[in-house]
């Protein structure tokens, strides 16, 4: 059964995306992500892919993305990690720019800026 109006729209969809990460944009894959993640010089772990199922759950899940609560909600979701701070370590250029970039997202306006939220 679809599970979004995207999947009604152009059906086999869900057939493309990585069993792993349900929320992912169309066309992105776990390797594209690897290539990018070596290109960024970045540390593959469990915690990275977590952040990043939770970037593509968020923009999956609202239709207009607003930077401030996209913050807070990472932020909220690892809480019980050190909120946004745990994810300044597992993004040093940013958990929204350089997540989102890893994602296969498109930032939201301000953040495309590698110096938005970065503690390089």
């Given at each position: 059964?679809a ?7 152009n059906?086999?969809?869900?057939a493309?995306?990585e ?6 944009p169309r ?10 993640i070596?290109?960024?010089?970045l540390e ?13 759950e968020?923009f999956?899940?609202?239709a ?25 370590i ?6 929204i720019?350089q ?5 296969g997202l498109r ?14």
């Amino acid at each position: 059964m679809a599970d979004s109006p995207e999947e009604i729209l152009n059906p086999g969809i869900s057939a493309s995306r990585e069993t792993d990460f349900p929320h992912a944009p169309r066309g992105w894959t776990r390797s594209s992500a690897q290539a990018r993640i070596d290109e960024e010089g970045l540390e593959v772990s469990d915690d990275l892919w977590q952040a990043v199922r939770a970037l593509q759950e968020y923009f999956d899940k609202h239709a207009v993305i607003n930077t401030r609560e996209l913050h807070d909600a990472l932020g909220e979701k690892f809480h019980s990690r050190g909120g946004i701070r745990f994810l300044y370590i597992v993004f040093p250029g940013g958990p929204i720019a350089q997540g989102c970039r890893i994602a296969g997202l498109r930032s939201p306006a301000g953040v495309i800026d590698k110096g938005f939220g970065s503690v390089q």
